[in-house]
């Protein structure tokens, strides 16, 4: 990937997430991106406009439950800066996920761990925070370590998807990231269940161990389950409580 040589001031970042957001609303909603292989090549695209326009000042945000994006990502932008957050509660299977992309793929994977490891975390606030108040232990473990890992750049790209939850419907492939003041894409914002699985099988994608499961949205062991035939996706996440969502894109 192209290294940037300068730093965007904060309007000028601005109006270059304004740019991106028009541009790819309008390819997107022009009708000649209705069929899959569109789909693929305008996420493709945007991931290549992005490369060109931030340079080393991009960077990609993966949970290794995200595993089609980190694959679009590694075979349309090589070199690109991908960070995985690293809580201490993941799965066995989601470390070596990230382990398995870091040698298949022409991306370089930085992992980022949060400030207090989980038995420094237990001894200050008691055991098993995230069964008594999982807002408080997502905000030390994966929103500080977030915060600190885009600290340096200046747009960052994720895997979210429209139709992964009710809080993601009007998610653009642009947009702009008000609370960090950066640039924030979604390339595959528009994707379907049925496209994620078609690109899956098309070009062979690892996944991660824990979909044969029946996991089909991965976060934290605490506090994730497998979802039963008819559930929604993210039934599995933080069951029983009333939560949706990590805090990362909120």
Known sequence: MTAATTTHPADALRAL????????GALEGDGAHASYE?????????????????????????S????????????TIPGADVFFLDTGYHFAETLGTRDAYEAMLPVNIRTILPLLTV???DAEYGAKL???DPNACCAMRKVEPLNRALSTHEAWVTGMRRVDAPTRTDI????????????????????TDAD????????GVFLNPLRQEGYASIGCAPCTRPVAEGEDARAGRWAGKDKTECGLHT
């Open 119 to 121: 038995p420094q975390q």
């Open 38 to 62: 569109a789909r693929v090549e305008l996420a493709r695209e945007a991931l290549r406009w992005a490369a060109e326009t931030f340079g080393d000042k991009l960077t990609v945000a993966s």
């Open 17 to 24: 997430a304004v740019e991106g957001e028009q541009r790819f």
């Open 196 to 203: 994620v699985d078609r690109y899956v099988e098309e070009h």
């Open 172 to 191: 653009g492939i642009v947009g702009w990231d008000d609370k960090r003041g950066m640039v924030k894409l979604n390339p595959i914002a528009g994707w």
């Open 130 to 132: 995230h069964d008594r």
């Open 64 to 75: 290794m439950g995200d595993e089609v994006l980190v694959h679009l990502v590694g075979t």
